[in-house]
Every structure is written in structure tokens, then in C-alpha cells.
């Protein structure tokens, strides 16, 4: 993923892959349900739709004058609703997660951290059998790629956080080993008592703790990876570039909208995006 610093701390970019578009064809066959001007359509397929439905033509088209008229004349966007795309969002963080849930119409499912600590957790129980726990768990966790601000430095600080948290809750909780090893992995930790490497290799190897998030999620900060999946409809989709896509937004999220308007196809940015109008 590409690096870029910013306010001298380093960062990791999203990587973002288009995974379907639905076509601009559904849209214009809404539009011409509305007025009834099938024949009107540069789009053979658009025209002859009520008398010989061609479904793979019409979700091929490339352009549909009725919507750009519809769009840019008339501002009627509620039209191009029918036209949708989803994107695969790898390594934004949390706090771009955050403002993503701010734009309620979409479909978002997204990487849970209650079923993916794992990893954290066996680092933190294994580092308890070391002398200098932190500095094995330091090393395990690095090795994660779990953030998206990669300095050094700044991570040793976080990491240190989160290590710091979960000892506190360690010498508080008398059940945190059972929330977070899983109960056959159990005998491991008699097994290789006073062995950090064979037991954190162990823990990783056994059956995972099932939900092992739901006692241990407060580690986790704004600056923790996320992947996740979206849909938007292009109307959506439009407000969201508009929004994000802008000096104005906090730059994670504009990465992460430009990214995404990088994948989208022209035809739909044509639609939305003043700059590829007439391309």
C-alpha cells in the first residue's frame, strides 16, 4: 500500500477495488417508465425494452442522454438511484470508519474486530511468560500491520497503550485468561510455562477464542485497520465524493474517497462529477 507522511507522522493509503457496478441501464429504464419514451433512446436496447427485454444489452450501455439531461438539467437524481457500485476497501482505520457511518444510504459490512483479535490476544498472553513482556509483544504486534499511521516511533507509543490496558485489565479480571484463550488451548499455557515463542506459536495454532473481542475491544483506536465492503447508489455516491472528495474533509476519508473515485467507471461519473460531464 502507498506511504505518504503527513503532519510528520507516516501513513498507509486505502486500497480499493471496484467489485460490481450495476449499470446505468436499470436507471434509464426507470426514467423512460416515467414518461413513457421508450423510443426515445439512443440506446437500441432502451427502445425496444417493452417488446423484446434484452437485460445483458441494457446493463451494458455506456450512456444514457435521458439521465445526463435528467441530472444536470433537471437535478431529478432520485432517477440514478437504480444504478449501483461496490467497492473493497483494504486498510482504512476506524476513525475513517466513524465518518463513513455518516452516510446512511449505503450498505456497509466491515471487518469485525470482535472475531480478528486474536492475534493481539495471544501476543499479550504469551508475553507474560517473557521478563520484558512488552518487548515481545511490541515485536509480535508490529508484525500484525494493524494500523494505518506505520511510523515506528508513533506505534510504540500505541502499542505500548494497548499493552498497558491489557495488563491493567489482566491483574484486575480474574477470568481474563478464560475470555481470551480458548478452552482446549488452556493446557497450553502448563505446557509451555516460562516458553514465550512455543506458547504464543501454540495459541496460534489452536482453536481462537470465540467472540474474543467482546472483552477486550476498548484497545482498539482510531488509528486500527479496517477492511470492509460498500455499496452505494450513485446519488449517494455523488453527496459522498461531494463531501469527502473536498479540502474540507478530514484527509483519511479523502484518501479514501479519491481512491474510490479512481476505480469508479466514467460513465457514472459523468453523471455525478461536474469535471468528467462532457468527457
Request: aromatic content about 10%.
Amino acid at each position: 500500500m502507498e506511504k505518504i507522511e503527513m503532519y510528520h507522522v507516516e501513513y498507509e493509503k486505502p486500497k480499493v477495488t471496484l467489485l460490481q457496478d450495476s449499470g446505468l441501464g436499470v436507471a434509464e429504464i426507470a426514467a423512460r417508465t416515467c414518461y413513457d419514451s421508450f423510443e426515445n433512446s439512443e440506446n437500441e436496447c432502451i427502445k425496444n425494452a417493452m417488446e423484446d427485454l434484452d437485460i445483458d444489452a441494457i446493463n451494458c450501455i455506456e450512456n444514457s442522454d435521458l439521465l445526463a439531461n435528467l441530472t444536470w438539467v433537471h437535478h431529478h437524481h432520485s432517477i440514478i438511484e437504480h444504478a449501483t457500485l461496490s467497492y473493497l476497501v483494504q486498510g482504512t482505520s476506524r476513525g475513517v470508519l466513524q465518518e463513513h457511518a455518516r452516510h446512511r444510504l449505503q450498505a456497509i459490512s466491515v471487518r469485525s474486530t470482535r472475531y480478528t483479535m486474536s492475534n493481539v490476544i495471544n501476543a499479550f498472553v504469551a508475553s507474560l511468560e517473557e521478563n520484558d513482556g512488552f518487548d515481545f509483544f511490541l515485536d509480535k504486534v508490529l508484525a500484525f500491520n494493524l494500523f494505518v499511521i506505520s511510523d515506528t516511533a508513533y506505534l510504540a507509543i500505541e502499542i505500548r497503550a494497548i499493552y498497558d490496558k491489557l495488563m491493567l485489565q489482566y491483574h484486575k479480571d480474574v477470568s481474563f485468561i478464560n475470555n481470551a484463550v480458548a478452552k482446549s488451548s488452556l493446557p497450553f499455557l502448563e505446557e509451555h510455562k516460562g516458553n514465550a515463542h512455543a506458547l504464543f506459536e501454540a495459541l496460534q495454532c489452536g482453536k481462537k477464542k470465540r467472540n474474543v473481542g467482546d472483552a477486550f475491544k476498548h484497545i482498539v483506536s482510531d488509528n486500527w485497520k479496517v477492511d470492509m465492503v460498500i455499496t452505494f447508489n450513485i446519488r449517494s455516491l455523488k453527496n459522498y465524493f461531494d463531501l469527502r472528495d473536498s479540502g474540507a474533509a478530514w484527509f483519511q476519508i479523502q484518501w479514501l474517497a479519491q481512491a474510490m473515485k479512481e476505480v469508479t467507471p466514467k460513465k457514472y461519473l459523468k453523471l455525478i462529477d461536474k469535471k468528467y460531464r462532457n468527457i
